[in-house]
């Protein structure tokens, strides 16, 4: 398809930088548990699970905006669907958020956690039904909901590390 050709450098760069940062959150998240620092599975579900999950989305659709699709269609259904799953998930995450009691989150954990999320999703889905009348700016769409997915995954990730680094250890040393 002529649309996406202009788009493969870009989404090769996005989906190998998802790629590797799931990695790398993984290692992170394994070297916060070998600190001692005692688990909590709620936040868990609210802060760390929401953030592989957005790497994850950004490295699938990446892969997919680059395979050889013979029909936009298929396509399009596709990057809608994960965007009406990214918006269920988001409110599934806001509920988590609400109600783990390890941690009480402030404007900017709503911010990277749920709003620029929801928004980013709520673009997807809403690109897929433009992407009908206008697949050139329906594509500019999808791309700013990818980058917004995965600047939030990795504001997110170092917002962890800080508050597990300068916290939560010294919080947790004896006085």
């Given at each position: ?22 990695g790398l959150q ?31 989305v950004v490295l ?29 998930y988001i409110i ?84």
């Amino acid at each position: 398809m002529t649309a996406l050709a202009g788009w493969q450098n870009f989404y090769v760069i996005i989906g190998s930088s998802a790629g590797a940062l799931i990695g790398l959150q993984f290692v992170v998240l394994s070297l916060i548990t070998r600190t001692g620092a005692s688990s909590h599975p709620e936040a868990g579900g609210a802060f760390a699970t929401p953030t592989i999950v957005h790497f994850v989305v950004v490295l699938g659709l990446s892969a997919i905006l680059v395979a050889p699709w013979e029909w936009v269609g298929a396509l399009i259904s596709v990057w809608g669907i994960a965007g009406v799953s990214g918006i269920v998930y988001i409110i599934i995450v806001i509920r988590r958020m609400r109600k783990q009691p390890v941690y009480r989150p402030e404007f900017e954990d709503w911010l990277f956690h749920a709003l620029l999320p929801l928004a980013a999703y709520s673009t997807l889905a809403g690109s897929a039904i433009a992407a009908r009348f206008r697949l050139r700016e329906a594509l500019f769409a999808v791309a700013s909901a990818i980058l917004s997915l995965l600047f939030s995954g990795i504001h997110n990730a170092w917002d962890a590390v800080t508050y597990h680094v300068f916290v939560r250890s010294t919080d947790e040393r004896p006085h």
